[in-house]
């Protein structure tokens, strides 16, 4: 078989398995940042290209100075940015960027809306869910309440707990556009964005108190969860620091899967904002989960803070499949988790352990799935239905993602991996105590949105690959 003919069955595979998602979500507005913007602030405000940007590490973004800082800086680098915003500075927002639209936002949102699209019976918990939020869910997404102290799953727009909506500020820019910062030019190198987000002690990344104690019954209603939210790292009032956090967030981790030992748990990861602390969580929790979702920027950080300063100088002084696969394989081994997906433009990398509780073909097939989801996403925006997956079959993955192939062979082979001959067309190479899969991927030019493309592509392999699983009547 071709890899077009790997797609073609790819893209008829079907989610039915159930499919929980927690924690985070929020409404995000997006915002096209369009060079006649930046060159209406720069006119009403040239004093702001004369400030610095003053701002302790971990502090909000309160200034309209501060902003356009950081926005200059990630234009120039064309990288996706994360960072906490002063609720203050979002009426400024929308006053210097006329062009934006409110969309759901969030990995657990974002994840939730995607499978219900796909398909599967989706479920998803959120510490605040007020009515506007509610509103942004598909209709078809349920909500654990508690009812006369017993559980039960509603209709979304049934499970309203809060007035309160976090707003995540989403700057997306497309590749090759010039933006004119005073006497400084910056031309973009790839579509990419940046998000400032909205914070409120009530948006707690854990369960709460009240449906604690019926945690077994949640995990055992599904059969595969994303878990995301835990780079907040505290919980005001209940888990002050570090380690109550990470005490709690085991704890109930461990009742999920108290009833339902086979449930599949994901981690996808979102950076915290101090790197000694994110040492002590990924090493606490990731080993407790089944997957760890991460992407090609995002990996650097994680190798650095883990000790791994060679593998990620590599992959900064020349980011190649071979590099990634080098990286993506020590975090593999320190961390202890059974499959490991590294996405990134154009190909993905994903590890398992030996044995693995599907085989590497339906990895492989899973992964060619989410990629055409991921693709559809990207040239139309929002979730994507299931219907419209089928059309990406007539549409040939990367470039990008088949060269990747060919270097690896090559550099791999040299360097004395067991990379067979057929290699560049199955993308499967075979070790002692892992199998690694190199997946070529589909790339949309311009895309309508980057935001939630690297959950999306997570969240459809993983569910896909756990719904195959269900198929050949294996364990989950």
Same mark, same amino acid.
């Given at each position: 078989?071709?890899?077009?003919?790997?797609? $073609?069955e790819?893209?008829?595979?079907?989610?039915?398995?159930?499919?929980?998602?927690a924690?985070?979500?929020?409404?995000?507005?997006?915002?096209?940042?369009?060079?006649?913007?930046?060159?209406?602030?720069?006119?009403?405000?040239?004093?702001?290209?004369?400030?610095?940007?003053?701002?302790?590490?971990?502090?909000?973004?309160?200034t #309209? *100075?501060q902003?356009?800082?950081?926005?200059?800086?990630?234009?120039?680098?064309?990288?996706?940015?994360?960072?906490?915003?002063?609720?203050?500075? @979002?009426?400024?927002f929308?006053?210097?960027?006329?062009?934006?639209?409110?969309?759901?936002?969030?990995?657990?949102?974002?994840?939730?809306?995607?499978?219900?699209?796909?398909?599967?019976?989706?479920?998803?918990?959120?510490?605040?869910?007020?009515?506007? &939020?509610?509103?942004?869910?598909?209709?078809?997404?349920?909500?654990?309440?508690?009812?006369?102290?017993?559980?039960?799953?509603?209709?979304?727009?049934?499970?309203?707990?809060?007035?309160?909506?976090?707003?995540?500020?989403?700057?997306?820019?497309?590749k090759?556009?010039?933006? &004119?910062?005073?006497?400084?030019?910056?031309?973009?190198?790839?579509?990419?964005?940046?998000?400032? @987000?909205?914070?409120?002690?009530?948006?707690?990344?854990?369960?709460?108190?009240e449906?604690?104690?019926?945690? #077994?019954?949640?995990?055992?209603a599904?059969?595969?969860?994303?878990m995301?939210?835990?780079?907040?790292?505290?919980?005001?009032?209940?888990?002050?620091?570090?380690?109550?956090?990470?005490?709690? $967030?085991?704890?109930?981790?461990?009742?999920?899967?108290s009833?339902?030992?086979?449930?599949?748990?994901?981690?996808e990861?979102?950076? =915290?904002?101090?790197?000694?602390?994110?040492e002590?969580?990924?090493?606490?929790?990731?080993?407790?989960?089944?997957?760890?979702?991460?992407?090609?920027?995002?990996?650097?950080?994680?190798?650095?803070?883990?000790?791994?300063?060679?593998?990620? @100088?590599?992959?900064?002084?020349n980011?190649?499949?071979?590099?990634?696969?080098?990286?993506?394989?020590?975090?593999?081994?320190?961390?202890?988790?059974?499959?490991?997906?590294?996405?990134?433009?154009?190909?993905y990398?994903?590890?398992? *352990?030996k044995?693995?509780h599907?085989?590497?073909?339906?990895v492989?097939?899973?992964?060619?799935?989410?990629?055409?989801?991921?693709?559809?996403?990207?040239?139309?925006?929002?979730?994507?239905?299931?219907?419209a997956?089928?059309?990406?079959?007539?549409? #040939?993955?990367?470039?990008?993602?088949?060269?990747?192939?060919?270097?690896?062979?090559?550099e791999?082979?040299?360097?004395?991996?067991?990379?067979?001959?057929?290699?560049?067309?199955?993308?499967?190479?075979?070790?002692?105590?892992?199998?690694?899969i190199l997946?070529p991927?589909?790339?949309?030019?311009?895309?309508?949105?980057?935001?939630? =493309?690297?959950?999306?592509?997570s969240?459809?392999?993983?569910?896909?690959?756990? $719904?195959?699983?269900?198929?050949?009547?294996?364990?989950?």
């Amino acid at each position: 078989m071709t890899w077009t003919d790997y797609l $073609s069955e790819a893209v008829r595979t079907q989610i039915n398995c159930r499919v929980f998602a927690a924690f985070n979500a929020n409404v995000d507005m997006v915002i096209n940042v369009r060079p006649e913007d930046v060159a209406a602030i720069t006119a009403a405000h040239p004093e702001l290209l004369g400030q610095k940007h003053h701002r302790v590490p971990g502090r909000p973004v309160s200034t #309209p *100075a501060q902003f356009l800082t950081l926005l200059e800086e990630c234009l120039e680098a064309g990288k996706s940015y994360y960072d906490v915003v002063q609720a203050e500075l @979002g009426e400024w927002f929308l006053q210097y960027f006329p062009e934006h639209t409110e969309a759901m936002g969030g990995q657990a949102g974002i994840i939730a809306n995607q499978m219900a699209a796909l398909g599967a019976q989706a479920y998803v918990y959120n510490p605040v869910l007020s009515e506007l &939020q509610a509103e942004m869910y598909d209709p078809r997404v349920r909500f654990p309440v508690l009812e006369q102290g017993r559980l039960q799953w509603v209709p979304i727009r049934e499970g309203v707990n809060s007035t309160w909506t976090k707003v995540n500020y989403i700057f997306e820019y497309p590749k090759d556009a010039v933006y &004119q910062f005073g006497d400084r030019t910056v031309t973009t190198v790839r579509a990419n964005r940046v998000i400032l @987000g909205t914070r409120n002690p009530l948006a707690a990344m854990g369960f709460s108190e009240e449906i604690e104690p019926y945690l #077994p019954e949640v995990g055992a209603a599904v059969d595969v969860g994303f878990m995301a939210g835990y780079h907040h790292g505290r919980i005001e009032g209940r888990a002050d620091t570090l380690e109550e956090f990470l005490e709690l $967030s085991l704890r109930q981790h461990s009742a999920l899967k108290s009833q339902n030992p086979e449930l599949k748990l994901h981690y996808e990861y979102v950076p =915290m904002t101090a790197s000694v602390e994110e040492e002590v969580l990924l090493r606490t929790l990731v080993p407790r989960f089944d997957s760890f979702g991460i992407n090609e920027t995002e990996i650097i950080r994680v190798l650095d803070a883990l000790g791994f300063e060679e593998e990620a @100088g590599e992959i900064a002084r020349n980011e190649r499949s071979f590099s990634l696969y080098q990286g993506a394989l020590a975090l593999w081994r320190e961390l202890g988790v059974q499959r490991m997906h590294l996405h990134n433009l154009g190909y993905y990398i994903i590890i398992i *352990a030996k044995p693995y509780h599907v085989s590497p073909e339906d990895v492989r097939r899973a992964c060619l799935f989410a990629s055409a989801v991921n693709a559809v996403k990207a040239k139309q925006g929002g979730a994507v239905p299931y219907d419209a997956v089928a059309q990406m079959a007539d549409i #040939p993955l990367s470039s990008i993602g088949f060269t990747q192939l060919e270097c690896f062979a090559e550099e791999a082979g040299a360097a004395g991996y067991p990379v067979e001959e057929d290699f560049v067309r199955t993308g499967i190479m075979e070790a002692e105590d892992h199998i690694m899969i190199l997946v070529p991927a589909h790339v949309v030019p311009n895309p309508v949105s980057t935001v939630g =493309m690297g959950d999306t592509v997570s969240s459809s392999a993983f569910a896909a690959e756990v $719904s195959l699983g269900l198929r050949t009547g294996g364990p989950i």
